[in-house]
Nanobody, 123 residues
Framework: VQLQASGGGLVQAGGSLRLSCAAS????????MGWFRQAPGKEREFVAT????????LYADSVKDRFTISRDNAKNTVYLQMNSLKPEDTAAYYC?????????????????WGQGTQVTVSS
């Protein structure tokens, strides 16, 4: 499975961005999907995950109530709507796909990774 993330950019604090991640094949609907991010000098961290049918989601505490993960299985695409952005949200954002039986926040449980898309939030 190949994943292509897009939608990053430069935004002022308090603004919004919507990231998209398109998958290359139809097994997308059988995969749990997640978003992670990595800031310079820091480890990659979990942001959000959604189950394969989109019924269950999980968020990092740092983004809860500001970010929303969703998916459209007909389009093989997962989204991350980011509102009320803060400078500390600045990072490269990565989408990932997991064949695990349940949605998960652990990066080691993800089997496929897209390239990062840069999000920069200015103060």
């Amino acid at each position: 499975v190949q994943l292509q993330a897009s939608g990053g950019g430069l935004v002022q604090a308090g603004g919004s961005l919507r990231l998209s991640c398109a998958a290359s094949e139809g097994t997308f609907s059988q995969l749990n999907m997640g978003w992670f991010r990595q800031a310079p000098g820091k480890e990659r961290e979990f942001v959000a995950t959604v189950s394969w049918l989109g019924r269950n989601t999980l968020y990092a505490d740092s983004v809860k109530d500001r970010f929303t993960i969703s998916r459209d299985n007909a389009k093989n695409t997962v989204y991350l709507q980011m509102n009320s952005l803060k400078p500390e949200d600045t990072a490269a954002y990565y989408c990932a796909a997991s064949r695990a039986s349940s949605y998960t926040r652990a990066p080691g449980n993800y089997d496929f990774w897209g390239q990062g898309t840069q999000v920069t939030v200015s103060s």
